[in-house]
């Protein structure tokens, strides 16, 4: 309650190129794969419609999760600390928290033409504190991030030696 939050960042758009084109792919297969196959031709029509309606099920299901997986990986930087949520799978979370005054290094890392071009990369921020690294991968502005953090970083430790530590 007494934090602001700073920044909330997700993962670029970008990376949902990749499961976006094996979804398209997956659309389609039924219409490309289906007619070569004879054996599939000798099967009943309810039971191909019943078979071409669970590809299409998983196909949905597939791009419904690469969605929400997307959508729920985030970090937030607040005026007090980081928090780190990962989204494994629909069943499984992950989140990790590191006090700012924690910091010890941040790392930027960009690679790739379309990265530098699109101004996506990496930051690594290690910790003192029972998590001792946190990824923010793939993210917009990364060095914009890093100096963020080393912001607040100096801050804290300005706080912590005035004395003014909440």
């Known amino acids: 309650q007494d934090e602001e939050v700073l920044l909330f960042l997700r993962q670029h758009i970008s990376v949902n190129i990749p ?10 297969a039924p219409f490309v794969l289906l007619p070569l196959f004879s054996p599939f031709k000798t099967i009943p029509w309810n039971f191909q419609f019943v078979l071409v309606l669970s590809w299409y099920l998983l196909t949905a299901g ?3 999760e ?4 997307w959508l729920f990986n985030s970090f937030i930087i607040t005026d007090e600390r980081m928090v780190d949520i990962d989204l494994y799978s629909l069943i499984f979370k992950e989140t990790n928290y590191a006090q700012l005054d924690k910091i010890q290094d941040v790392t930027v ?8 071009l699109l ?3 990496d930051v690594f921020v290690q910790t003192a504190s ?3 690294e946190f990824i923010f991968d793939n993210i917009y502005h990364p060095t914009k991030v890093a ?10 430790h300005r706080e912590e030696l005035e004395g003014r530590v909440r």
């Open 19 to 28: 499961w976006l084109i094996a979804a398209a792919l997956m659309v389609i």
């Open 62 to 64: 597939f791009a419904i």
């Open 66 to 69: 690469k969605i929400l997986m």
């Open 109 to 116: 890392k960009t690679g790739g033409a379309l990265n530098s």
């Open 119 to 121: 101004d996506i990369g």
């Open 130 to 132: 029972e998590v001792p």
């Open 147 to 156: 100096k963020l953090l080393n912001e607040l970083m100096i801050e804290e």
